[in-house]
């Protein structure tokens, strides 16, 4: 256990996570990477790494000031010494943030969790163009913006990636943003969109999964390497805004630019959710952590769909209650309160189509691991399972979501039907 | 579909074959092939990755001027012999050999497998596939995340998903579109299919 946790805070009865007041959720590499991605391909590699930059820089400078202030760190090595462990804590890597005595600053790392999680991945099958460690980035801006004599924001850039085959990733930062820095969702702000929690069926199961879980994670933290291997992938405690702010600025520029195929980036974005709810939830569900928390996996629908729900309370989506389940038909899921409709509404206000991608996504991935999944026979989740599940034979779902937090209803519905 | 070879009659007799393919070019689709009872051999991917070597290697070679129609390219994994054989412009022959094969066996088996493949294969010329395709077919071989490769092409390149799912409608220059596109998301400096 990190000594950041004593920050952490739960929202009930939300199951939303706080860190000294900044939002947090926990996400699997399989997803950081496909999201990351995506903002890419949405705004192009080098506006994508800034975009996502300056994302994690205006997390971690309210997340910082709160923490220098409670930890009592007035000097600079105090407040980069608690970025360096604040970071590894995460399962964000271990960065070595160097302040020059000219005003340059500088962070090095050989295991940061993107770099390293993308040539673990994909290093094989192909050669990475361009840096990956944008949030170590925004890191390395916010601890200089910190640091410095004089105010402002900084940009922060990557020279060199363990995911381009360098030996390390180097990262510099550079004073003036002629962006500025935006504020991003904080507790206040959830606490204002918040609807009536009504809970659903199968509530004190899933609640009890789910408060295992939020111990178990809190507990959870970086390793040497400051990489958080469990459950079979690589996790990361992560901004809730950096997902969201990200991921609708993408969609926001596709739709202004190339409205024709808005369409393809909000369903990358939801295929984000099938990615998270395969990899992270299926491990979860198949680990020996799970098995001791819950007791052995039977694999049929409803433990299944139930064990889902239990599985994104835990780790800090909110919470996601079954309103109704009849297995291999039909499924809907509501929640009173998300990160993405935060979000969402604090920088456009309501919208007008539903735009919880990430939960529309991961419901229709609930329905596939239910009933297409042999549990029994304890697949292992690779990418060609992946593939046959989610693009082979099709997906045998259709979505649809009535009501959305985004549009200012009083909660999102999202329906899963079978085809 | 029907195999327009006897695949059967083919392999008839050849010690230590596991599997024979060939292999169109440069579509790298299987024309004919043959596995033993008891193989996992998968035929589509099989002709999908070792048309791309021979491809490869036929890029290679004549970057150095070395390149000749008779190439022919073995490799010794752990547990088969593979060799790829040119035929012709068109076709390609991939035989999978026991590991255990002899080398000298191996090479005059190979030359009799041939010899029936050749004496099946159709006198004609080959239609070229369209390019939007072969180069979508190889983006989704090789790409990271196939599954959601149309829908990154589309976002990066403002193409429709419809289209790209129907790529004879693509104009040239959404073609053109598609294979920088292919290219940066494979990380290649361009694609060669």
């Known amino acids: 256990m990190s000594r950041f946790s004593q920050f952490a805070t739960l929202l009930e009865p939300y199951d939303l996570t706080f860190l000294a007041g900044t939002p947090y959720v926990y996400h699997c590499h399989h997803f950081n990477l496909f999201h990351d991605q995506t903002i890419d391909d949405a705004v192009g590699e080098k506006a994508g790494f800034e975009l996502r930059a300056r994302a994690a820089r205006d997390a971690f400078v309210p997340l910082l000031q709160a923490l220098f202030e409670r930890l009592g760190a007035t000097t600079a090595a105090e407040k980069v010494d608690i970025a360096q462990d604040l970071f590894a804590s995460m399962g964000q890597g271990r960065l070595a943030i160097e302040l020059g005595p000219d005003g340059t600053v500088r962070g090095r790392g050989a295991h940061l969790h993107y770099g390293f999680a993308w040539r673990e991945k994909y290093g094989e099958r192909v050669k990475r163009a361009f840096p990956a460690d944008a949030v170590a980035a925004g890191l390395v801006a916010a601890v200089a913006e910190l640091t410095a004599q004089s105010a402002g924001p900084w940009t922060a850039s990557e020279t060199q990636c363990v995911g381009m085959r360098a030996p390390a990733c180097e990262i510099s930062g550079k004073q003036g943003d002629s962006h500025g820095r935006r504020r991003v969702a904080d507790q206040a702000a959830f606490e204002r969109y918040l609807g009536e929690s009504t809970g659903g069926l199968h509530e004190e199961t899933i609640s009890a999964i789910a408060d295992g879980l939020q111990g178990f994670v809190r507990g959870a933290s970086g390793d040497d390497r400051g990489l958080m291997q469990a459950f079979n992938v690589f996790v990361t405690q992560h901004f809730s805004s950096y997902y969201a702010d990200t991921g609708f600025a993408a969609v926001k520029l596709v739709e202004a630019v190339s409205p024709a195929v808005a369409g393809s980036c909000e369903e990358l974005l939801r295929e984000a959710g099938h990615v998270c709810v395969f990899n992270t939830f299926g491990n979860i569900l198949m680990s020996p952590e799970w098995e001791g928390m819950v007791g052995p996996l039977k694999g049929d629908a409803e433990e299944i769909v139930q064990g889902c729900a239990a599985i994104a309370r835990g780790l800090g989506f909110g919470r996601w209650a079954i309103a109704e389940h009849e297995p291999g038909k039909r499924l809907v899921l509501r929640t009173q309160s998300n990160y993405e409709a935060t979000s969402w509404l604090e920088r456009y206000g309501k919208a007008t189509h539903p735009r919880c991608y990430f939960m529309q996504g991961a419901a229709v991935a609930f329905m596939v691991l239910a009933t297409r999944v042999d549990w029994a026979e304890r697949p292992k989740l690779t990418q060609a399972y992946y593939d046959n599940l989610f693009r082979g034979k099709g997906l045998g779902f259709k979505m649809q979501s009535p009501r959305c937090l985004t549009m200012g209803d009083r909660e999102t519905e999202i329906v899963v039907e079978a085809v | ?193």
């Open chain 2, 1 to 193: 579909m029907t195999d327009p070879l006897p695949s059967s009659e083919v392999a008839a007799g050849i010690n230590g074959l596991r599997a024979y393919l060939v292999i169109t070019m440069p579509d790298c689709l299987p024309y004919s092939a043959w596995t033993r009872a008891g193989s996992d051999i998968s035929v589509e991917d099989s002709a999908g990755y070792f048309g791309d070597l021979v491809r490869a290697n036929r890029q290679g070679l004549k970057s150095v001027g070395a390149w000749s129609a008779d190439m022919q390219v073995t490799i010794e994994a752990s547990d088969t012999l593979v060799v790829l054989r040119e035929l012709n412009d068109h076709f390609v022959c991939c035989a999978m050999y026991d590991r255990n094969t002899a080398l000298g066996l191996l090479r005059l088996q190979l030359k009799s497998l041939v010899d029936r493949i050749m004496a099946g294969l159709p006198q004609l010329d080959v239609e070229e596939r369209p390019r939007a395709v072969r180069v979508i077919e190889f983006l989704e071989r090789y790409a990271p995340d196939p599954h959601a490769v149309l829908l990154r092409v589309s976002t990066r390149t403002g193409i429709p998903l419809a289209s790209l799912r129907d790529p004879l409608v693509l104009n040239p220059d959404q073609v053109r579109s598609l294979e920088e596109t292919a290219a940066r998301i494979l990380g290649l400096e361009h694609i060669n299919v």
